[in-house]
Structures are given as C-alpha cells and as structure tokens.
C-alpha cells in the first residue's frame, strides 16, 4: 500500500467514543474495614506487652506435639525462666503489620508457638528443643535482632555476658598492673644509676688525691 494512501486511512479511521457507564448500572464496592473483636484486641494488648518485656522472642513451629510433650516442654522450659506462649497467626500478623518487628510475620506459618523470656537463655531453649523432636524452630528475635534458626544456633556458642565482662576485667587489671610496674621500675632504675654514678665519682676522686699527696711529699 501506498505511503500516501496509509496516512489518509491512519487519518480517516473511526475512533469509537468511549463508553459511559449509566450510574446506578453497578453496585458501589464499598471497602470493608474489619473491626477487630473484643477477644482480638485483648490478645494484641498481651502481644504488645509480651514484645515489650522480652529480650528472646523465638517463633516454634508445633509438628503434632500432644499434651503430655507440650506439658513436658513447658515444665523444661519453665525452669529457665522461659514461658510458651499461644497466639492465634492471625492476630500476630495484624499485630505485627507496620511495627518494629513487621519482618516477623513470615515466620507464622501453620501452628507456631512463642518461647519468650525477660533475657537472652538461647542454650537452655535449644538444650529443651533437642529432646522435643516435634518442635522446629523458625526463628527468634533476640535484643531487637531478627536471626534464623541457624544464626540462633551460632548466636549460642558466643559466651555468656558474665564470661566477656570477666575478660574484659581481667585485661583491664592486668594492662593497669603493668603501667604501674613501669612507672615504679623507672624511678628505681634511674635511682639505681644515681648511685653507681655517685660512688664511681667518690672512688675516682679518692684514687687522684693519693698521687697528688705522695708528690708534695
């Protein structure tokens, strides 16, 4: 086709007038905002308490553990001063959406419990979930840090607070100790060579007053 002829189709093609939709012709979608129930806002007011008290939130995920194990657990679990807690993944992921621990909310995922303790006690939570095959851990957040299972793991090799602050005491002392020996060993150390250098000046002035005697003599 012609150049020409191309143009005057491309200028001449009929363009349909948009459609207008009559008003009324469909229903007003309207969002519908959920209100939380009474029951859900209480537990949410648990959760913020229970993220504001705790240094270890750890995210447990439940394989069919029955009664007995699960009470076995908590009794283990307990003596550590760390508590299980039940929430609804639902309200958590509500609860969490938008706050300092929104990375959380992938971890709730099927049936999932809470470890949660006022300190960091990562030793004695896995020490309790190596003998509770049907708990997995997912993940914790320890001191406002989201870690995986795996950096958990490691983050419980490191030693204890008490350990470093011993340590950290230890080298202190021993740094302060050893300025003091040097600041003492200088004084002495030069006192020491005072006195060589005095006697060698007496001994040496002793020795060319007996020449000078014998030639006046």
């Known amino acids: 086709m012609h150049i020409l002829k191309q143009k005057l189709m491309a200028v001449t093609e009929y363009i349909p007038p948009p459609r207008v939709i009559p008003p009324g012709a469909y229903p007003y979608q309207r969002k519908r905002v959920q209100e939380d129930s009474p029951l859900t ?7 913020k308490t229970v993220f504001e008290d705790s240094k270890m939130i750890a995210v447990v995920q439940n394989n069919a553990s029955n009664a007995d194990n699960m009470m076995v657990l908590k009794h283990r679990l307990h003596k550590h001063g760390i508590a299980v807690k039940f929430f609804p993944n639902q309200v958590v992921q509500s ?9 959380m909310a992938p971890l709730f995922i099927g049936p999932t419990v809470l470890f949660v303790s006022s300190e960091p006690k990562v030793k004695e939570m896995l020490s309790a979930l190596r003998a509770s095959q049907q708990m997995t851990l997912l993940g914790a957040c320890i001191d ?3 870690l995986s299972a795996q950096a958990v793991v490691s983050y419980s090799k ?5 350990v470093v602050q ?11 100790s050893h300025t003091a020996s040097m600041l003492q060993r200088h004084p002495a150390h030069l006192s020491a ?3 060589q250098y005095v006697k060698q000046r007496s001994s040496d002035g002793g020795s060319e007053g007996a020449p000078k005697a014998e030639e006046a003599a």
């Open 41 to 47: 806002l209480i537990m949410k007011r648990h959760l």
């Open 166 to 176: 011993g340590e950290l005491v230890s080298g202190l002392t021993m740094l302060t």
């Open 158 to 162: 490191l030693p204890s607070v008490s």
């Open 193 to 195: 060579l005072l006195q």
């Open 95 to 103: 609860f969490l959406e938008g706050g300092l621990h929104a990375n």
């Open 144 to 146: 406002d840090t989201l």
